[in-house]
Structures are given as structure tokens and as C-alpha cells.
């Protein structure tokens, strides 16, 4: 079982930047899937970024440009820099990890808050 947990986050002002991690507890096989989500309530659940082990990428179009997801596999991290932050930003924001084959998103972060001001 892989556990994730959250840290950064915060509260900025627009146009800020702000960075997220999450550290994995557990095996992680080369055919996993890391992804970056956020969701607000009263609206879908957005996915943001993913990284593969490998390092390849893919973006939502609405963080497109602004938000860079990478990681450091030896120490299990992924990170999340956020930037030119906008007010529609504000969401909570989680980690999670699948394997290629599964269609769903089994782990997940406990999700933490971020803020944007106008």
C-alpha cells in the first residue's frame, strides 16, 4: 500500500507562486502514475498534472504555463511549483498515484488549502 502525505500550500496574492510536495510511503514500481488534483466542492474534480517515473508530463490547459510538476524518485517526492497564481486557483489541492493499468486513482493525499486573493 503507498501512503501520501501533503505539505505547502498557503495563501498568496495574485500573481504569487507557491510550492506543493507530497512524499510517498511505500514500494513504487517504474509503471506508476504520479498526478496532481484539485477540487472545490459543488464542482468536478480537476486534474491538474501528472508525471510519470520515467518523467513524462501532461498539464490541464488551465495551469498550462504556470504550473511545473517534477519529482525525485530515489526520494519518492513529487512537487508541485505554482505560479502566476490567479483567484481560480483557490481549491484544495491533492496528490495521488496510480499504475498504468488501472483506470481510477486508488492513493490519494490528505489535501491541503490553497489561496489566492485577488
Known amino acids: 500500500q503507498v ?10 496574492q495574485a500573481v504569487g507562486a507557491l510550492r506543493h510536495s507530497c512524499a510517498f510511503d511505500g514500494f513504487i514500481a517504474g509503471s506508476m502514475i504520479y498526478a496532481w488534483f484539485r477540487h472545490n466542492p459543488g464542482k468536478e474534480r480537476e486534474r491538474i498534472a501528472t508525471i510519470t517515473v ?3 508530463t501532461t498539464y490541464a490547459d488551465s495551469v498550462n504555463d504556470r504550473f511545473v510538476i517534477t519529482r525525485d524518485n530515489p526520494k519518492k517526492i513529487v512537487k508541485l511549483q505554482m505560479n502566476s497564481l490567479k483567484p481560480d486557483d483557490t481549491s484544495m489541492y491533492y496528490c ?3 499504475r ?13 488549502q490553497v489561496t489566492v486573493s485577488s
Request: charged residues 25%; aromatic residues 10%; proline residues 7%.
Open 100 to 112: 498504468y493499468d488501472e483506470v481510477e486513482y486508488p492513493d490519494w493525499g490528505q489535501g491541503t
Open 3 to 12: 501512503h501520501l502525505k501533503e505539505s505547502g500550500g498557503g495563501s498568496v
Open 54 to 56: 520515467p518523467g513524462g
Open 96 to 98: 495521488a498515484t496510480r
